[in-house]
C-alpha cells in the first residue's frame, strides 16, 4: 500500500523523529540469514511502520513459504468477503517433511482406546510439540499480525540462535496471521483514510477513533472470539476444524487492550471453568514464567490474572482446552494506529506493541520445546482420563430426542459433531431409563476424549466458584463493577429450546456412528389435487417459508391447528392450494424442500377432523414482506449484524439495512417491517428525530410491522414515542415511600442510622435502574393462543442481560405473548442477582400491541443473541415475516386470536 502513498507522506515518515532512529531491533543482537526474505524486501516498508492490509500478509506469508522449505501453507477457509483463511507450518526442515506423519500422530494420540499406552510413548518419544498461534481475531487489534510474520521470520532466519535452535528441533509452530482479514482490512481502509501528514499521537485524531461499526468483527459484525461453541462463521468453523487435524497442545490467542493497559499473560483471571483440569491450570504458569522472563530481561511491563477470564468456553483461548490443550490469551496495549499518546503522557508506537507478542510468541515456542514431552503426555492423559470420567460419573449418556423442532434437533447433533463430539443415531425406537425414544434420536456417550467439551455444552448449568460469586456479591453491595467477563449460561440444549436428557444408563438397541449434517434435505409426501402442507414449528418450516416468499407462491398459513387423516398439524402451518398456484408447484415445492429440510405433505381434501379449514377466517395470506433493518449509528452493530446473519444466512431472506442517519427521513412506504436492533443510549430518539417518529408512527399506523429488540424496546416506550403501552422498570424501593426532602436546599431533619442495614439503606440511590443481568438463561411461558408463538410449545428459553425490564402490557392495549416464569421457575441457566430474579418474574419477554392497520412488537431480549439462541428463531419469523400477515392491510387476518 505503501507504493500509493505520495511523496508527501514519505518524507513524512522520514521526519516522523522517532520512525527516523537508524536500527531498530526486533530482537537485540540477533542475526538473520540474508537468504530468508524480509519485511523491507517484500513489502517495501519496515515492520510496524505501516499496518499491514490481509493482502500484504498473505504476499510477505508466500515470500518465505517461497524462499524455504520450512513453511507450509494451508488454507482452512474463506471469509464472506472471500478473503483467504490460512495457516502456516513453520519448523525444521525435517518435520516439515514429516507433516502427515505428526498430523496423523496427534490422532492417534487424541484416541487412547485406540492407542495404549505403550504406542503412546513411542509416539512421545518422537512427535514435536505442536503449538497453534492465532493472532488478529479483532480486526481492529492490530499488532498482532504484524508479529505472527515477524514469528515466522524470526524462526526461518535467526542464526546462531540457542533458542529457535531449542524451538526447530522440539516444536512444529502452526501460525494463523490473522483470523478475522474482513475486519482487519476494514481497520487498515479506515486508517489509511484519515490519515494527514504525520502519524497523529492524539488520541482523539481521525486515525485512531474508527467509525461505525468498527474493525473488530468480521463480516456479520460478529465478535468471532464468542463463537467457538456456536460455529455461526466460517472464520471459526473453519479453524476448528483445523484444530481436530492437528490437536496442538499449546494455543495462544494474541489480542490488544486499551492504550493505557500494558502487556497480559496467562496465568487468567479467575473464574476457571470447572471443566478445565488442574494439570491444565497449572502448566499455565509455566508459560507464564517464561514470558515474565523475557519481558523483564527487555524491561517490558506487564500483568496476570486480571480481568481476562476462561470460564466462557466460546472463546478461543478456552474452546482448545476442551479438547486438551494449553489454552491462553495474551493482551497488548493497543495503539489503533502508529502511535499513541497515553494518559501518563508517555508515547506508546505500533512497532512497539508488535515486538512485545513477537517476544511472547518466541517465549510460548520456547516453553513449549522445554517442556515437550511433559505436554504430550498430559495431552495422552487428558484424553485418557476424559473418557474414564465419563464411564464412571453419574452423567454416562446424553440422549437428544428426535421430536418436536427435529431441525433443531439435527442441527444441535450436527453442531456438536463438527467440534468433535462422537455422536451415535439410533435405527430404531429404543428405551432408557424406563422413557422410550423415538428412531432418529441421537445418543451421546460421555465416555470419549471430549467427554469435558460435552458436559460443558449440554450440561444445564457450569457453576462459577463460590468464592468468586461470594466476592461479585460484596463489590455489587458497594455498586463496585463485578469481575464477571462475559455471559454466565450457554447451555446449548437450552438456546436451542430442546431437551437433551442426562441417563446414567447406557442405551441398549440399534445404534449408528453418524456426522449428521445441520440441514438434511426434505421431502414432498405424496402428489396433491388441492393442497400441500408443512406442518410449522421447525426451523425448516421457516427456511421453506422465506424460500417460497421469494419464489412469490401463494401462501396460506393457519393460526390454529387441525386434524387431518389423524395427523396434528400445529398453529402457523403452511398451506400451499393447487388452485391458487402455478402448475409447476410440485416440482417447485420439491425443490424447496430439498434445500430447506422441510417435510411437506400432499392433501386431496380441504377436509379436516378437527379445527380450522383451509377457508377459515383464522387462515390468513402471507405476501413477501420488504424487511427492513436500522443499520450503522445509533445501532449496536453486534444486535444488527446477528439480525442480519439470522435473516440472511440462516433463513436465507434478505433485508435492507438503512443507516440510521436516514431512519427518520426513508420512504418507509416501501416496506411491510421494520427491524429496530439494540441500540446504544438516546440512540432511536435522536436518530429519528420528532419528525421521524411521527413519520414512524404514520407507517405503523398505515399497517407496517415494526419489530424492537432488547433495549431498542426502552425508544418504543418511551412516553414521548408512545408506540408500545408498555414502561421501562427501575429498580423497586418499597421503603421509600414519598419520602421526599422536607426541605429545600441544603439541610434536611436529622436521622439516626441505628445498624449497619440502616445504613446500607441511607446510601441507596433514589431511584436507579436495576443491576445488570448477567448474561443468563431465562424461561418464558407463551400464550397458546396468539398467531406470535405459532408453532412453538409452552416455554421458550431466552438470552437476558443488560437492565431493560418493562412492565407488562395491559389488556386493552395488547397481549404479552411471551412472559417470564415465576421466581423461583424462570432462571434456567446462570447465574442471576436475587434482585433481578424476583423483578424479572411475570415480566413481559414479548409483546405485540396493534397501532392502526399496523404492529408494534417487542422483544425484550434480544432473540438474535450471536446467533445461536436458535430455540427463539421461529417466534423471531412469526414476527417478521408471519407478522405482516397480520396487519390489517389485506383484507383478512383481522383476528387477533
Ligand atoms: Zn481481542
Same mark, same amino acid.
Given at each position: ?103 496423523? *500422530? ?499 381434501? *380441504? ?7 383451509? *377457508? ?91 419489530? *424492537? ?189
Amino acid at each position: 500500500m505503501s507504493r500509493r502513498l505520495g511523496l508527501p507522506f514519505l518524507l513524512a515518515i522520514l521526519v516522523w523523529p522517532l520512525a527516523a532512529e537508524s536500527k531498530f531491533e526486533f530482537w537485540p543482537g540477533a542475526s538473520y540469514d540474508p537468504r530468508i526474505p524480509t519485511y523491507g524486501k517484500v513489502l517495501g516498508y519496515q515492520p510496524g511502520e505501516r499496518i499491514t492490509w490481509h493482502a500484504g500478509l498473505m504476499k510477505y506469508l508466500e515470500a518465505l513459504a517461497g524462499a524455504t522449505r520450512q513453511v507450509k501453507i494451508f488454507e482452512y477457509a474463506k471469509s464472506w468477503e472471500g478473503r483467504k483463511l490460512v495457516y502456516a507450518a513453520v519448523g525444521s526442515e525435517a518435520n516439515l517433511k514429516r507433516l502427515e506423519e505428526i498430523r496423523a *500422530g496427534m490422532q492417534k494420540l487424541a484416541d487412547p482406546r485406540r492407542t495404549p499406552e505403550a504406542e503412546a510413548r513411542k509416539l512421545m518419544a518422537t512427535l514435536p510439540a505442536v503449538i497453534w498461534l492465532a493472532y488478529g481475531v479483532h480486526g481492529n487489534e492490530i499488532s498482532s499480525p504484524e508479529a505472527a510474520l515477524l514469528t515466522a521470520y524470526h524462526l526461518l532466519a535467526a542464526r546462531k540462535d540457542k533458542m529457535v535452535d531449542d524451538i526447530l528441533a522440539n516444536v512444529l509452530v502452526l501460525i494463523v496471521p490473522t483470523q478475522n482479514p474482513d475486519g482487519r482490512d476494514r481497520f487498515v481502509h479506515h486508517f489509511e483514510q484519515s490519515e494527514g501528514l504525520e502519524p497523529d499521537a492524539q488520541p482523539v485524531a481521525a486515525e485512531h477513533v474508527e467509525p461505525w461499526p468498527g474493525g473488530r468483527s468480521n463480516h456479520y459484525l460478529f465478535d468471532l472470539n464468542r463463537d467457538w461453541f456456536a460455529l455461526t462463521q466460517p472464520e471459526i468453523l473453519g479453524q476448528a476444524k483445523a484444530l481436530q487435524e492437528w490437536f496442538p497442545l499449546v494455543y495462544v490467542d494474541l489480542h490488544e487492550m486499551g492504550a493505557d493497559s500494558t502487556y497480559y499473560f496467562a496465568p487468567e483471571a479467575i473464574p476457571y471453568n470447572p471443566h478445565l483440569t488442574q494439570e491444565q491450570t497449572k502448566s499455565l504458569e509455566w508459560f507464564g514464567r517464561n514470558n515474565a522472563r523475557w519481558f523483564d530481561q527487555f524491561g517490558f511491563d506487564y500483568f496476570t490474572r486480571e480481568v481476562f477470564d476462561a470460564f466462557y468456553p466460546g472463546y478461543g483461548a478456552s474452546w482448545p482446552a476442551y479438547h486438551g490443550s494449553i489454552a491462553m490469551t495474551y493482551e497488548q496495549a493497543s495503539t489503533r494506529g502508529l502511535i499513541v499518546r497515553r494518559s501518563d503522557e508517555s508515547m506508546l508506537l505500533f512497532r512497539d506493541t508488535v515486538r512485545h507478542h513477537l517476544v511472547a510468541s518466541l517465549s510460548s515456542c520456547e516453553t513449549a520445546a522445554r517442556n515437550r514431552e511433559k505436554l504430550l503426555d498430559q495431552f495422552y492423559r487428558y484424553r485418557k482420563t476424559a473418557i474414564e470420567e465419563g464411564a464412571r460419573e453419574n452423567i454416562r449418556e446424553y440422549i437428544l430426542p428426535r421430536q418436536g423442532n427435529t431441525s433443531a434437533v439435527d442441527k444441535l447433533a450436527a453442531l456438536l459433531g463438527e467440534q468433535g463430539i462422537e455422536i451415535k443415531r439410533a435405527a430404531a425406537a429404543f428405551r432408557n431409563a424406563g422413557r422410550e425414544y423415538p428412531a432418529g434420536s441421537y445418543v451421546i456417550s460421555l465416555a470419549q476424549p471430549a467427554k469435558r467439551l460435552i458436559r460443558n455444552l449440554l450440561d444445564l448449568q457450569v457453576p462459577m466458584e463460590e468464592k468468586f460469586v461470594k466476592e461479585q456479591e460484596r463489590l455489587r453491595r458497594k455498586k463496585l463493577p463485578d469481575e464477571i467477563y462475559d455471559v454466565t449460561a450457554w447451555s446449548l440444549p437450552l438456546s436451542f429450546n430442546l431437551e437433551a436428557v442426562p441417563s446414567a444408563e447406557i442405551s441398549q438397541g440399534n445404534f449408528q456412528a453418524v456426522k449428521p449434517e445441520r440441514i438434511p434435505p426434505g421431502k414432498v409426501n405424496g402428489k396433491a389435487t388441492v393442497a400441500y402442507l408443512a406442518p410449522w414449528g421447525t426451523q425448516a418450516a421457516g427456511r421453506l417459508l422465506a424460500a417460497a416468499l421469494r419464489k412469490e407462491l401463494h401462501i396460506l398459513s393457519a393460526d390454529k391447528p387441525f386434524t387431518q387423516e389423524s395427523r396434528t398439524y400445529p398453529a402457523g402451518t403452511l398451506i400451499f392450494k393447487v388452485k391458487d398456484n402455478l402448475p409447476g408447484l410440485p416440482e417447485t415445492l420439491e425443490k424447496l424442500a430439498g434445500a430447506t429440510g422441510a417435510e411437506i405433505q400432499a392433501t386431496g381434501s *380441504g377436509w379436516v377432523d378437527e379445527g380450522v379449514n383451509f *377457508g377459515s377466517r383464522y387462515v390468513v395470506r402471507v405476501r413477501k414482506p420488504a424487511v427492513a433493518l436500522a443499520w450503522d449509528r445509533p445501532t449496536s452493530s453486534t444486535s444488527a449484524g446477528w439480525t442480519r446473519f439470522v435473516l440472511e444466512r440462516q433463513f436465507e431472506y434478505p433485508v435492507t439495512a438503512i443507516r440510521g442517519q436516514l431512519l427518520g427521513t426513508a420512504d418507509l412506504s416501501r416496506f411491510q417491517a421494520l427491524i429496530l436492533p439494540e441500540a446504544s443510549g438516546e440512540g432511536y430518539s435522536q436518530a429519528f428525530g420528532a419528525n421521524g417518529t411521527r413519520r414512524l408512527k404514520d407507517w405503523v399506523a398505515a399497517g407496517g410491522t415494526l419489530i *424492537g429488540l432488547g433495549n431498542a424496546v426502552s425508544y418504543l416506550a418511551d412516553p414521548k414515542v408512545n408506540l408500545l403501552a408498555v414502561q421501562q422498570e427501575e429498580l423497586p424501593r418499597p421503603e421509600t415511600k414519598a419520602k421526599k426532602p422536607e426541605t429545600e436546599g441544603a439541610r434536611v431533619p436529622g436521622k439516626l442510622l441505628a445498624s449497619e442495614d440502616e445504613y446500607s439503606k441511607a446510601i441507596q440511590a433514589e431511584t436507579e435502574l436495576p443491576d445488570r443481568v448477567l448474561g443468563v438463561m431465562a424461561k418464558a411461558r407463551l400464550d397458546p393462543d396468539h398467531w406470535m408463538t405459532a408453532g412453538l410449545g409452552e416455554t421458550v428459553t431466552a438470552m437476558v442481560s443488560g437492565r431493560s425490564i418493562f412492565t407488562p402490557i395491559k389488556l386493552d392495549k395488547g397481549v404479552n405473548a411471551a412472559v417470564f416464569l415465576g421466581p423461583d421457575k424462570l432462571l434456567a441457566s446462570g447465574y442471576l442477582w436475587e434482585e433481578n430474579r424476583k423483578q424479572l418474574a411475570y415480566k413481559p419477554l414479548l409483546i405485540v400491541q396493534r397501532e392502526g392497520r399496523g404492529l408494534v412488537i417487542g422483544f425484550t431480549a434480544d432473540p438474535n443473541f450471536r446467533a445461536y439462541m436458535d430455540g427463539m428463531n421461529l417466534l423471531f419469523i412469526n414476527a417478521v415475516l408471519r407478522g405482516p400477515a397480520h396487519t390489517r392491510t389485506g383484507g383478512v387476518g383481522e383476528s387477533d386470536y
